[in-house]
């Protein structure tokens, strides 16, 4: 999936720590660059654990050469540099950059080309920023410490393959990871918690105790449960549903497969389709009903075209999708039988296995898979409703922390930006400020401690994101909370209110365990 770039507000918000790690990446580059002056860099920023810099460098950086880069940046601390920010046109940018000078320790006969390529990218009427220390002049939007010397302790971690801008028809990049702490016990004690998390990673562990396995022939990210850790899954399945029957939820079943048209009407294509399989591609008609008929008149080829020679002029081309969500076939649910106010609400409750194509390099044990299962529902309501039903799946979760020992936990309140209306988010501006307005009203009433985080909405509606941390210090997204303002209007999903009006029903999509998998992950490292 392509990276998205940030606004400046965003990049301002950097706490004090992503401040220190963001100048760490800078001495990174200037380190690297003493080495290797021929190195041409594209974006470092901090991230969840630390920092790192994409670099595009002949020489193939490896573990081996960690020692006299972390020793060039030793030097840089030392000599104290300021960080000094100069604001600048787009033309002295783009100077700068032709003459080689952007993320450079002086000109060179190549131009910076990746900080080229950013500069065109950056909105007319955005600020352009440079940043100086030392000899080392890069494009960067800040924020940084005060001088080089304020970065405390710091160590290299590992390289990895990035794709410029995560686009994988760009140039593959060496990305290069390391951390930052204040002081040095802090960087010793993030050390001896990863040493524990080796001990605790759920895929050694799965393997060892015979809980799951992966399988070349079956596909990555396809995870196969053994009866132990099946019995694991069979036990949650269970408590979530005598949990859910005490709640009033209604339990549905709906299939693994679905045509184009259904993620089309709730929106999923625009919005998630990088996220999805490819199209299973076939003719369906007179022809094409039987399973085991002519198959020349059901399959397509890649291009999506049938083949050469006769077909039934009455078949058509049909696209079916693997599920990557259930929320599309529950409100089909919905709309299969007249409903009344006197319904509401109404919850519908499915342990539905999807299906999601996360790329290879993403995939992580049970953390990230392909084939997921999660107890999924969806609620039906009336605004005077909306109050008690999202308190009432907040409190769900709350239970669910207690009793599996979630100590630590933090729920974010994500919303739109403004800005990706009609790209990131469905263009209606109104139904945001309104439904925004009136779930931040309902966190407040409710005195649940959150924070909220802006341009991470889902497409169709503000959420609620739960990360949790385990008893190493591991961070999980372990459950989410969503308001759906568009997918109710997409189906004209309607019901009669007391005057006997059609309305439109809120929707909230909710799974309080997140997918089965990452939670049993989860639990696995927790109480290893």
């Known amino acids: 999936m392509k990276e998205e770039r940030k606004t400046l507000d965003e990049r301002a918000q950097m706490t004090d720590l992503e401040r220190l790690r963001h100048s760490a990446s800078h001495v990174l580059a200037t380190a690297i660059l003493k080495i290797w002056p021929e190195a041409q860099f594209a974006a470092g920023p901090?991230?969840?654990?630390?920092?790192?810099?994409?670099?595009?460098?002949?020489?193939?950086?490896?573990?081996?050469?960690?020692?006299?880069?972390?020793?060039?940046?030793?030097?840089?601390?030392?000599?104290?540099?300021?960080?000094?920010?100069?604001?600048?046109?787009?033309d002295e940018a783009l100077a700068l950059g032709k003459k080689g000078r952007l993320a450079a320790l002086a000109e060179r006969s190549e131009p910076s080309k990746y900080k080229l390529d950013i500069i065109e990218n950056i909105p007319p009427d955005e600020?352009?920023?440079?940043?100086?220390?030392?000899?080392?002049?890069?494009?960067?939007?800040?924020?940084?410490?005060?001088?080089?010397?304020?970065?405390?302790?710091?160590?290299?971690?590992?390289?990895?393959?990035?794709?410029?801008?995560?686009?994988?028809?760009?140039?593959?990049?060496?990305?290069?990871?390391?951390?930052?702490?204040?002081?040095?016990?802090?960087?010793?004690?993030?050390?001896?918690?990863?040493?524990?998390?080796?001990?605790?990673?759920?895929?050694?562990?799965?393997?060892?105790?015979?809980?799951?396995?992966?399988?070349?022939?079956v596909g990555p990210g396809l995870p196969m449960f053994l009866p132990r850790g099946a019995a694991i899954a069979e036990e949650l399945e269970k408590l979530a549903k005598e949990t859910e029957f005490a709640a009033g939820y209604q339990r549905v079943r709906t299939p693994h497969i679905a045509r184009e048209s259904l993620y089309k009407k709730s929106g999923h294509l625009p919005y998630y389709a990088e996220s999805m399989f490819p199209p299973m591609s076939l003719t369906e008609g007179a022809q094409a009903s039987s399973l085991w008929g002519d198959r020349a008149s059901r399959l397509v080829d890649s291009a999506g075209e049938t083949p050469a020679g006769p077909t039934d002029k009455m078949s058509v081309l049909q696209r079916y999708y693997l599920k990557a969500m259930n929320c599309p076939h529950h409100h089909k649910l919905f709309a299969a039988v007249p409903r009344s106010y006197r319904d509401l609400p109404l919850r519908l409750a499915e342990y539905g296995t999807c299906y999601r194509y996360e790329k290879s390099g993403e995939l992580f044990g049970l953390m990230r898979v392909r084939s997921l299962q999660m107890n999924d529902a969806h609620l039906y309501m009336t605004p005077e409703q909306f109050e008690a039903e999202f308190n009432a799946v907040n409190e769900m979760y709350l239970n669910y922390f207690k009793l599996f020992?979630?100590?630590?936990?933090?729920?974010?309140?994500?919303?739109?930006?403004?800005?990706?209306?009609?790209?990131?988010?469905?263009?209606?501006?109104?139904?945001?400020?309104?439904?925004?307005?009136?779930?931040?009203?309902?966190l407040k009433n409710s005195g649940i401690n959150y924070v909220e985080v802006p341009n991470e909405a889902a497409f169709y509606g503000p959420k609620i994101d739960v990360q949790a941390w385990s008893a190493i210090g591991r961070e999980f997204s372990i459950a989410t909370n969503q308001v759906d303002f568009a997918q109710p209007r997409n189906f004209d999903l309607r019901y009669k209110d007391r005057d006997n009006v059609d309305k439109i029903p809120i929707c909230i999509h909710r799974a309080p365990l997140g997918t089965h998998e990452r939670f049993i992950g989860f639990l696995i490292e927790h109480y290893a």
């Open 405 to 442: 020992g979630i100590e630590k936990y933090l729920m974010r309140f994500s919303t739109h930006d403004p800005s990706g209306l009609g790209q990131k988010f469905v263009n209606e501006p109104e139904l945001w400020k309104q439904t925004e307005e009136m779930t931040r009203r309902v």
């Open 46 to 90: 901090p991230v969840e654990n630390g920092f790192y810099y994409d670099v595009d460098l002949p020489h193939r950086i490896s573990p081996d050469d960690f020692e006299k880069i972390e020793a060039e940046m030793k030097k840089e601390i030392k000599a104290n540099h300021p960080f000094e920010r100069m604001e600048v046109s787009r």
């Open 127 to 217: 600020k352009i920023s440079l940043y100086r220390n030392g000899d080392f002049i890069d494009l960067c939007a800040g924020p940084h410490v005060m001088r080089t010397g304020n970065i405390g302790a710091f160590r290299l971690t590992n390289v990895a393959s990035a794709y410029y801008k995560g686009d994988e028809k760009n140039p593959q990049l060496q990305r290069i990871y390391g951390t930052a702490f204040k002081t040095k016990k802090e960087l010793d004690d993030y050390f001896a918690m990863l040493e524990e998390a080796k001990k605790r990673d759920h895929r050694k562990l799965g393997r060892e105790l015979e809980l799951f396995v992966f399988d070349d022939d």
